[in-house]
């Protein structure tokens, strides 16, 4: 359910001409076509024509705190969203998948709502709302694959609306053989975060997909650092130990998967259970050269480098 690592042009335009109001996102040689609008803005996103066509959406917003998601489809999406704004008084922003020329039927939507589902239950990062996974309609072989590829640019494009409810950032557990090679000739060297006086021990790599704390690493219990300051820190603990990437084993937790961070300070924080700095934390395997001394002598290499 990839499209491949090849470069892809996305277009983001900016209805009300600000971040915040509405949006539209196309993929060039997609056929899909996205729009994203606030609560605010539904009135004028329904009268919108893409808003009567057949497709899927999702409702975003909170419930206690914790973020909360509603996925549906339907053959016009203007009238099911009309029914969740008199029913359903949680939600905040929506998304509504369609095609361009209006080319989805019934069936298809249908299987895009079930496989988005699935997968959102299987990351697990925020909760659904919705009550059971519906089953997969009765595609052909090759509109089966169509919708797959559909998916594909669909999952590629949310995240630039800063939509991650389908991101997985666990990662399966890997030997050190079958770590992926930096430009293809090497291993990313491996760092190391030890806390003897916690009795933690981490190691993570540098991937593409971000700062990776590998699998069998230990963590704090739980979040000991000021929830007011570190609140985003110490929800992504909480999130880690209700999704499974953090088992409790005894005083402390363990990964269960090879995880990719954002960024080192937010590996760092989860590990040791507050805010941190992680480039002066982390170091370089077997010495004690920081991340941040290891990252400023890879920019100084690259600027000697012949052009």
Same mark, same amino acid.
């Given at each position: 359910m990839t499209i491949g690592s090849v470069g892809r042009s996305l277009e983001l335009f900016f209805i009300d001409g600000k971040p915040e109001g509405m949006q539209t996102a196309e993929v060039f040689n997609w056929t899909g076509h996205v729009l994203l609008f606030p609560r605010t803005r539904i009135k004028a996103a329904l009268e919108r024509k893409e808003a009567r066509y057949t497709g899927v959406y999702l409702l975003l917003g909170e419930a206690d705190g914790a973020p909360l998601a509603y996925i549906g489809e339907g053959e016009d999406i203007a009238d099911r969203i009309r029914s969740h704004d008199q029913k359903r008084d949680w939600w905040t922003q929506a998304v509504l998948v369609t095609t361009g020329a209006n080319t989805l039927n019934k069936a298809h939507v249908k299987y895009l709502e079930s496989r988005l589902v699935e997968i959102a239950r299987s990351v697990k990062r925020w909760e659904l709302e919705n009550a059971n996974t519906p089953p997969r309609p009765g595609l052909s072989e090759a509109a089966q694959a169509n919708m797959e590829s559909f998916l594909s640019y669909l999952l590629m494009t949310l995240p630039a609306l800063r939509i991650d409810i389908f991101q997985? !950032?666990?990662?399966?557990?890997?030997?050190?053989?079958?770590?992926?090679?930096?430009?293809?000739?090497?291993?990313?060297?491996? !760092?190391?975060?030890?806390?003897?006086?916690? $009795?933690?021990?981490?190691?993570?790599?540098?991937?593409?997909?971000? !700062?990776?704390?590998?699998?069998?690493?230990?963590?704090?219990?739980?979040?000991?650092?000021?929830?007011?300051?570190?609140?985003?820190?110490?929800?992504?603990?909480?999130?880690?130990?209700?999704?499974?990437?953090?088992?409790?084993?005894?005083?402390h937790c363990v990964f269960a998967k090879s995880y990719a961070f954002r960024s080192p300070s937010a590996a760092a924080a989860v590990i040791i259970g507050?805010?941190?700095? $992680?480039?002066?934390?982390?170091?370089?395997? $077997?010495?004690?050269?920081? !991340?941040?001394?290891?990252?400023?002598?890879q920019i100084d290499a690259a600027a000697t480098e012949p052009a």
């Open positions: 997985e !950032f666990a990662k399966p557990a890997k030997t050190q053989e079958c770590e992926a090679p930096i430009n293809g000739t090497s291993h990313s060297p491996l !760092f190391e975060l030890i806390l003897k006086k916690h $009795g933690l021990n981490a190691t993570a790599r540098l991937e593409e997909e971000g !700062f990776v704390v590998l699998a069998q690493s230990n963590a704090r219990l739980r979040w000991v650092g000021e929830s007011t300051a570190d609140g985003g820190y110490a929800r992504l603990h909480e999130q880690l130990r209700a999704s499974g990437v953090l088992v409790e084993q005894d005083t507050q805010n941190t700095n $992680g480039p002066k934390a982390w170091k370089l395997a $077997g010495t004690s050269e920081t !991340f941040r001394e290891w990252e400023a002598r």
